[in-house]
T-cell receptor
Framework: AQKVTQAQTEISVVEKEDVTLDCVYE???????LFWYKQPPSGELVFLIR??????QNEISGRYSWNFQKSTSSFNFTITASQVVDSAVYFC?????????????FGTGTQLKVEL | EAGVTQFPSHSVIEKGQTVTLRCDPI?????LYWYRRVMGKEIKFLLH????????ESGMPNNRFLAERTGGTYSTLKVQPAELEDSGVYFC????????????FGNGTRLTVT
């Protein structure tokens, strides 16, 4: 069975601080995908990144960066110089390759509050 | 390109009543998924359509839930009769099967059963 753990229920930071959201996963699959989604107050789930298990290179996109470490089964997400607009619930998710890789197992989410 | 559209955005019904949620996927997306988030818990998979066929309905909680996708376009999820534990946010998502694109989610329907 697959499992995703986001141990941080809620994080509060002051604007311009860096913040890291943790994600630890469990799977018996040898090939799988990892995802991060953002849910702003408006409610929709916004896709941020998909990573396949073959690619352990870290990725950076603007102020966002992701650190994938297979050895610790972690896929952490860092926001650099956080802004108020980053306030949202962030979900980490996992899927196996089979079936197109979109049957996702989500974590419980981390509520990020960025204050002025 | 229009995104995934869900209707209604909110629904409040009494226990025992029926509710039908609708999802319009992105045009041309064969894959359509339903997910649900019960208050404070993780988002859970309900089922997956490929065009009009149910590919995987292993996440459907019980036979009070009926999903359809006639013609392979929009989908409906009917809850009949609704129970208190059905309250939550129901998300629909779609993806392009050929390009194996990641899921695009809608805004969700918040269902409250009183």
């Amino acid at each position: 069975a697959q499992k995703v753990t986001q141990a941080q229920t809620e994080i509060s930071v002051v604007e311009k601080e860096d913040v890291t959201l943790d994600c630890v996963y469990e799977t018996r699959d040898t090939t799988y995908y990892l995802f991060w989604y953002k849910q702003p107050p408006s409610g929709e789930l916004v896709f941020l990144i998909r990573r396949n298990s073959f690619d352990e290179q870290n990725e950076i996109s603007g102020r966002y960066s992701w650190n994938f470490q297979k050895s610790t089964s972690s896929f952490n997400f860092t926001i650099t110089a956080s802004q108020v607009v980053d306030s949202a619930v962030y979900f980490c998710a996992l899927s196996s390759y089979t079936g197109g890789g979109n049957k996702l197992t989500f974590g419980t989410g981390t509520q990020l509050k960025v204050e002025l | 390109e229009a995104g995934v559209t869900q209707f209604p955005s909110h629904s409040v019904i009494e226990k025992g009543q029926t509710v039908t949620l609708r999802c319009d996927p992105i045009s041309g997306h064969d894959n359509l998924y339903w997910y649900r988030r019960v208050m404070g818990k993780e988002i859970k998979f309900l089922l997956h359509f490929v065009k009009e066929s149910k590919q995987d309905e292993s996440g459907m909680p019980n036979n009070r839930f009926l999903a359809e996708r006639t013609g392979g376009t929009y989908s409906t999820l009917k809850v009949q009769p609704a129970e208190l534990e059905d309250s939550g946010v129901y998300f629909c998502a779609s993806s392009n099967r050929i390009s194996n694109s990641p899921l695009h989610f809608g805004n969700g329907t918040r269902l409250t059963v009183t």
